[in-house]
């Protein structure tokens, strides 16, 4: 099984460019998450999503967008990148009282 | 909101030593638990989790944790460790509550562990 696919897993954007982190599962989960880990420090929820449709903001949402349109797919979406979203970014899924299981990650650097 | 600490950054503890890595939670209502472990430049990896029942539960590569209500708390352990744990752990909660921010999955910042030969 693929489990939590990311896409890409480096970039460099830009400030001010946009760009899109693909999230996909294959394991029918309904929930997902996005999270951002700066060095040294923990993980941040951005977004998350408790099914098709449904998205709610986490602890630092600000600068990013999600949808999720099917159970599969749950891309997070930058607008105008700022040095400060420099980070690596993690996508994770889980079932309601279940663990997560984690993508690998996308190493993201803003210029 | 619900919230997880991790008081410890750092944690060494000698080869074939028994290990602690320490994790308290609050949460509204009861609560799910969870412990993962990152290796260098890898994604979460999920160790084990308290959903309900008995209160010592076992995972993967050995390790262990003890939910304690009273002291809201559910510290990881492995009775022998290896040079080969040697990575960050992570705790993280959930509230059993499935509505509102009880849904996030919250982390605590995490305690890299060093296991020295």
């Known amino acids: 099984n693929a489990g939590v696919t990311q896409t890409p897993k480096f970039r460099i954007l830009k400030i001010g460019q946009s760009m899109t982190l693909q999230c996909t599962q294959d394991?029918?989960?309904?929930?997902m998450y996005w999270y951002r880990q700066d060095p040294g420090m923990g993980l941040k929820l951005i977004y998350y999503?408790?099914?098709?449709?449904?998205?709610d903001k986490g602890e630092v949402p600000n600068g990013y967008n999600v949808s999720r349109s099917t159970t599969e797919d749950f891309p997070l979406r930058l607008e105008l990148a700022a040095p400060s979203q420099t980070s690596v970014y993690f996508c994770?899924?889980?079932?309601?009282?279940?663990?997560?299981?984690f993508g690998q990650g996308t190493r993201l650097t803003v210029v | 909101a619900q919230s997880v600490a991790q008081p410890e950054d750092q944690v060494n503890v000698a080869e074939g030593n028994p290990l602690t890595v320490k994790c308290t939670y609050s949460?509204?209502?009861?609560?799910?638990l969870f412990w993962y472990v990152q290796y260098p430049n890898r994604g979460l990896q999920f160790l084990l989790k308290?959903?309900?029942?008995?209160?010592l539960v076992k995972g993967s590569y050995g390790f262990e944790a003890e939910f304690n209500k009273s002291q809201t708390s559910f510290h990881l352990k492995k009775p022998s460790a290896l040079v080969s744990d040697s990575a960050l752990y992570f705790c993280?909660?959930?509230?059993?509550?499935?509505?509102?921010?009880?849904?996030?999955?919250?982390f605590g910042s995490g305690t890299q562990l060093t296991v020295l030969p």
């Open positions: 994770a899924s889980s079932s309601q009282g279940d663990g997560a299981f």
């Open positions: 394991m029918n989960h309904n929930y």
């Open positions: 999503s408790v099914g098709a449709g449904i998205t």
């Open positions: 949460v509204s209502g009861n609560p799910y």
């Open positions: 308290y959903i309900t029942g008995d209160n």
């Open positions: 993280a909660v959930r509230d059993r509550e499935s509505s509102g921010s009880a849904r996030q999955l919250t």
